[in-house]
């Protein structure tokens, strides 16, 4: 891709992965993203960083924790909508300490 990156989008849903692999091309595959094995395939054992944006806050969570404990990749980002909920509380304790400060500020 542009500037030397390499980017791949995985997708569950057959359907939507027809659609837009017609932009992506060869840069989307289908399977289920919070899996290792698909993980795996997708290159996440060699990513800079991995972003989970599923529709689902503790999805993202759980990918970027797998990825941090079995790729042992430190930089992931996840997805997390719901403010307040437990969830965004575990989000907190997996990110760096600096970064709980910076979101913590008003």
Do not use: Y
Request: aromatic share 4%; proline share 3%; hydrophobic share 45%.
């Amino acid at each position: 891709m542009a500037g030397g990156h390499e980017v791949m989008l995985i997708e569950e849903d057959r359907s939507k992965v027809d659609t837009l692999s017609l932009e992506f091309h060869d840069a989307i595959m289908q399977g289920n993203g919070s899996t290792v094995e698909v993980l795996r395939e997708a290159g996440a054992n060699r990513a800079d960083v991995v972003v989970a944006t599923t529709g689902n806050d503790e999805d993202n969570l759980v990918i970027c924790q797998v990825v941090k404990l079995m790729f042992l990749r430190p930089r992931t980002i996840a997805r997390v909508t719901i403010l307040g909920t437990k969830s965004f509380s575990l989000a907190l304790e997996w990110m760096p300490l600096s970064a709980q400060r910076r979101s913590s500020m008003p």
